[in-house]
Every structure is written in C-alpha cells, then in structure tokens.
C-alpha cells in the first residue's frame, strides 16, 4: 500500500464532489520567505488552487492549515500534478449548505445531526487552535474536462487557512 493511496482514495471524492486544498500557519515559513496572505476565505482557495495549477508546493501551503487535510508535504504529491484546473466561481455559504452538500439524497434529521456534530468540531478546532473565525467557501471548478463543486472550511489565523469539514469523513 502507498503513502498515497488514502490521498488518491479521497482524490476522487474531492475532485468530483469535494476537492483539493491547505496553507502554512505564521513561523512555519523558512527564515527568507514572506508568507503571501488572502483578504478573504475565497482569495485564499483561488490563490491554493493557482498554486496547485502550477504545481508550488510551497505557494500552496501558504494557504493550507499544516494540520489540515489540504497541506502538502511532498513534492511528488499528486494534488500537484492536476492539469488544466480552473475556478469559475467562489463564495461564502453557511453551514447547513456546506453538510448538505455533502450528502446525495439527505433527510432533515440527517442534516440536523451533522451540523450539531460539524458545530461541536469546530468549536473545539477554534478552541484548540485560537481560530478567530471560520466561513466555508463554495467553489466551481474544471479539471481535465472534469466540472465539479467543493465546499471547504477555512479558518481564520493571521491569514485564512483551509481545512477540512471536519463532518466529511462521517458515514465511512
């Protein structure tokens, strides 16, 4: 079994359902660079996804929580090799559109349960972490004549960092 068969698992399930993201957190940078920042939760998962198009590693982890499931450890990772990747459209969604999106045919009791368990998760990412905030960010995007829509949790650092739903692995 590879390193990366998890990663390749959940490769299909991000490009076509969910998707591919991450950033590094303040001192995690090497002594001569400059972390870039995002203004907002949608810059920073259009600047992660330019990254990955051209395969910067580093670029893209400037976007990535280190603890995430979007933090890029090796250049031979193979987020970094997705050709032809384009965003067409972000925005901000609340929490409920960001479980339901998770879900084929959902029930309202189903809803209601992971968004109980997704607020309890990031209360006590926030508390651990001293996140100051969160938004998901919903995304449009084609690779390889793939089309595809993602939500993803950001938090709020000194810069917006991507994580994951933390809901997301619920139900395997």
Not at 29 to 57: C, K, P
Not at 155 to 160: G, K, P, Q, R
Request: include cysteine; proline fraction near 2%.
């Amino acid at each position: 079994m590879s390193k990366y068969d998890h990663v390749m698992n959940r490769r299909g399930i991000l490009l076509c359902s969910s998707a591919l993201l991450t950033a590094l957190g303040a001192g995690c940078l090497g002594s001569n660079q400059t972390a870039e920042t995002s203004e907002s939760a949608t810059d920073a998962v259009r600047e992660y996804f330019a990254a990955l198009e051209d395969g910067d590693r580093q670029r893209a982890n400037q976007y990535a929580h280190p603890e995430g499931d979007y933090y890029i450890e090796a250049d031979d990772h193979p987020f970094l090799t997705t050709q032809n990747l384009s965003i067409t459209e972000t925005e901000t969604v609340d929490m409920e559109t960001a479980v339901r999106s998770k879900f084929a045919d959902p029930d309202e009791e189903q809803i209601k349960g992971v968004v109980e368990k997704e607020t309890a998760a990031i209360e006590n990412l926030q508390e651990t972490h001293d996140f100051t905030g969160y938004q998901y960010v919903r995304h449009d995007a084609t690779s390889d004549g793939l089309t595809f829509n993602s939500v993803y949790l950001l938090f709020e650092d000194d810069n917006w960092l991507i994580w994951l739903i933390p809901t997301f692995h619920l139900g395997r």
